[in-house]
Structure formats: structure tokens, C-alpha cells
């Protein structure tokens, strides 16, 4: 079993900035990958960002590209993402969710993980 927990939730304000934090703990893939997914009141969970943790590769969602980056602290297992130029339509629960690092094509997608934490709160005011 692999465990997740997110933190660095909270409220801030449209324009500002914001960094969740995800750390992984128990079993250990020699391939593994990490990646957020966020979901609004109402709507789907959606893709936010991936990372292959050997080799950095990184993905994100149209929406966020040149706003967010991930990154990874191999140190203390932990995965980053840094949120900028925060909107209002970034309000959602964000999850982290970690996997054996999928193809390519699955790196997006959320049935692709099988390991999630509970979810951190991020809410932007406009």
C-alpha cells in the first residue's frame, strides 16, 4: 500500500498564489508517478498536473500551463505543486494520486492512479 497525504490547502485571493504539498509513504514503485486532479462542486475531476518521479518528465492540463508547476523533492518524497496567478475557476478540492508511472497516454487520467489521499481545499476569491 502506498499512502498519500495532501496539504497546503486554503483561501487566497484572485492573483495570488498558493503551494500544495504531497507526500508519499509505504510500498515503493522503482517506477512511480505522481499527479494532481482537482474537482469543483458539481463537476468531474479533472487533471491538473503529473510527474514521473525517476526521470521529471512533467505533464499539465491546458488550463493551468504557465500557472502551475510541479516538482518533486526526492529527499522527502514529497511532490509540489506550485499554484500562480491563482483564479477563481481554480477553486475545486485537490486531490494527489500516486501509481506506478503509467504510459504516457494514461498519465491523464485519474483511473490510471490507484493510491489517493483525502483531498486539500483550495479557494480563490475574486
Known amino acids: 500500500q502506498v499512502q498519500v497525504e495532501e496539504s497546503g490547502g486554503g483561501l487566497v485571493q484572485a492573483g495570488g498564489s498558493r503551494r500544495l504539498s504531497c507526500a508519499a509513504s509505504?510500498?515503493?514503485?522503482?517506477?512511480?508517478?505522481m499527479a494532481w486532479f482537482r474537482q469543483a462542486p458539481g463537476k468531474e475531476r479533472d487533471f491538473v498536473a503529473a510527474?514521473?518521479?525517476?526521470?521529471?518528465?512533467?505533464y499539465y492540463a491546458d488550463s493551468v500551463k504557465g500557472r502551475f508547476t510541479i516538482s518533486r523533492d526526492n529527499a522527502k518524497n514529497t511532490v509540489l505543486l506550485q499554484m500562480n496567478t491563482l483564479k477563481p475557476e481554480d477553486t475545486a478540492v485537490y486531490y494527489c494520486?500516486?501509481?506506478?508511472?503509467?504510459?504516457?497516454?494514461?498519465?491523464?487520467?485519474?483511473?490510471?492512479?490507484?493510491?489517493w489521499g483525502q483531498g486539500t481545499q483550495v479557494t480563490v476569491s475574486s
Open positions: 494520486a500516486a501509481d506506478r508511472s503509467p504510459i504516457t497516454s494514461n498519465m491523464r487520467n485519474d483511473r490510471a492512479y490507484n493510491y
Open positions: 509505504g510500498r515503493t514503485f522503482s517506477r512511480l508517478a
Open positions: 510527474i514521473r518521479w525517476n526521470e521529471g518528465t512533467t
